[in-house]
């Protein structure tokens, strides 16, 4: 098991950037992949992005594809989530898994999650 808590969330008017960041307890960490999910109100959890244990591999929804960038140090044990020209509709809660794997995990089967940062976006 592997704890989570993420950070950087905030408000930002449309056009502007965010960097979320996910930092992970345990000295385990570079054995997990890891993935960005939102939640908008009203809307299911969606995938936005997943990284591998090395960050060789990465995975980006096509809503955020070329806009997002997601990385991670595992030296400090943190994901990222680089978020530019951000539109009113990246608006909502936006959560940090993480699951033992060594690829990109691209379903929602991830074990352990953070409890959600909130970003607005206003236009």
């Known amino acids: 098991q592997v704890q989570l808590v993420e950070s950087g969330g905030g408000s930002v008017q449309a056009g502007g950037s965010l960097r979320l960041s996910c930092a992970a307890s345990g000295r385990t960490f570079r054995m997990y992949g890891m993935g960005w999910f939102r939640q908008a109100p009203g809307k299911e959890r969606e995938l936005v992005s997943a990284i591998n244990w090395s960050g060789a591999s990465t995975y ?6 070329g806009r ?22 990246d608006t909502a809660v936006y959560y940090c898994a993480a699951r033992l794997s060594l690829v990109v995990v691209t379903t929602d089967e991830y074990d352990n999650w953070g409890q959600g940062t909130q970003v607005t976006v206003s236009s």
């Not at 980006?60 to 594809?65: L, N, R, T």
């Open 60 to 65: 980006y929804a096509d809503s955020v594809k």
């Open 68 to 89: 997002f960038t997601i990385s991670r140090n595992n030296a400090k044990n943190t994901v990222y989530l680089q978020m530019n020209s951000l539109k009113p509709e």
